[in-house]
């Protein structure tokens, strides 16, 4: 079956280091995505990661262990800015077809002073 | 800039009634998306259309259609609205891997 779990609920100082775990099981695996999204806002994107190993984006990283079905999106020098939800999504590899992408239910992260 | 529009950011509709969510695209992507968004369930797909007059089933289609009459123009029609489609609603169009979100319409349902 499909499954992929983050935590519900994390906080954090600001100025300090998040990481945000994502577990998956999936039929197939083509590719794991972060989005990050804001109370009343779309989804935005933040990163893809389809080979393991380490992605550095500014402040945000993602990490990705395709044998373990694990990711991890790490934001650094934590700003109030950064008060949002993300979203781990894990991209099917189905032969033929179209790719879907399957969501996790989101981390909220709250930063507080 | 990358921009998919929804028309209305609130509706109130009664049950029963004929739905009609709009999505828009300026970006000629081919691949447009219609998802609902609850709390502890993430998003799902409701229906996905990968050419004007395509469209395919997502995870969770039925009490839905979809309209694609034109490239930019995605429609998610609800037929009869029931309360239990009291939800938020977001539009997604794809770019190579990316899936690009509007901001969503959330449906009350009474």
């Known amino acids: 079956g499909q499954n992929i779990d983050q935590p519900t609920e994390m906080t954090a100082t600001e100025g300090a280091i998040v990481q945000i775990n994502c577990t998956y099981q999936t039929s197939g695996f083509n590719g794991l995505f972060w989005y990050q999204q804001h109370a009343g806002e779309a989804p935005t994107f933040l990163s893809y990661n389809v080979l393991d190993g380490l992605e550095e984006k500014g402040r945000f990283s993602s990490f990705l262990s395709r044998s373990k079905g694990y990711s991890y999106l790490l934001l650094k020098e934590l700003q109030m800015k950064d008060s949002a939800s993300y979203l781990c999504?894990?991209?099917?590899?189905?032969?033929?077809?179209?790719?879907?992408?399957?969501f996790g239910a989101g981390t909220r992260l709250a930063v507080h002073p | 800039d990358v921009k998919v529009t929804q028309s209305s950011r609130y509706l109130v509709k009664r049950t029963g009634e004929k739905v009609f969510l709009e999505c828009v695209q300026d970006m000629d992507h081919e691949n447009m998306f219609w998802y609902r968004q609850d709390p502890g369930l993430g998003l799902r797909l409701i229906y996905f259309?990968?050419?004007?007059?395509?469209?395919e089933k997502g995870d969770i289609p039925e009490g839905y259609s979809v309209s694609r009459e034109k490239k930019e123009r995605f429609s998610l029609i609800l037929e009869s609205a029931s309360t239990n489609q009291t939800s938020m609603y977001l539009c997604?169009?794809?770019?190579?891997?990316?899936?690009?979100f509007g901001a969503g319409t959330r449906l009350s349902v009474l």
């Open positions: 259309s990968y050419d004007v007059k395509m469209k």
């Open positions: 997604a169009s794809k770019q190579q891997n990316i899936q690009y």
């Open positions: 999504a894990v991209r099917e590899g189905i032969s033929g077809g179209y790719n879907k992408l399957i």
